[in-house]
């Protein structure tokens, strides 16, 4: 079992920045990958950025924008984002996949862009 607890969430104005963080505890040895996804009302969770030894991957609305990292201090997925835009309002949620296909999600941060 793995737990997650995001937070870092808020109210910014387009073109400003936050960091997410999502603290895990558990059984963080049996972490093959992570991801942050997000949910806006109305419309469907969507994969914004996911990392794993071999590989990070972003969504194209995201690229160049947003970073997703692995703190190994500190044992927790961080989401650095910047140039926020409206567009980028929704529930943040982490998302860790163990060794054996097992996903974990955290309860989700809320993220708004506006002025």
């Known amino acids: 079992q793995v737990q997650l607890v995001e937070s870092g969430g808020g109210l910014v104005q387009p073109g400003g920045s936050l960091r997410l963080s999502c603290a895990a505890s558990?059984?963080?040895?049996?972490?093959?990958?992570s991801a942050w996804y997000r949910q806006a009302p109305g419309k469907q969770r969507e994969l914004v950025a996911y990392?794993?030894?071999?590989?990070?991957k972003y969504a194209d609305s995201v690229k160049g924008r947003f970073t997703i990292s692995w703190n190994n201090v500190k044992d927790s997925i961080n989401l650095q984002m910047t140039n926020l835009r409206p567009e980028d309002t929704a529930t943040y949620l982490c998302?860790?996949?163990?060794?054996?296909?097992?996903?974990?999600w955290g309860q989700g941060t809320q993220v708004t862009v506006s002025s």
């Open positions: 998302m860790v996949r163990s060794v054996n296909g097992y996903d974990f």
């Open positions: 558990g059984s963080i040895f049996a972490i093959f990958s």
């Open positions: 990392t794993d030894e071999r590989s990070t």
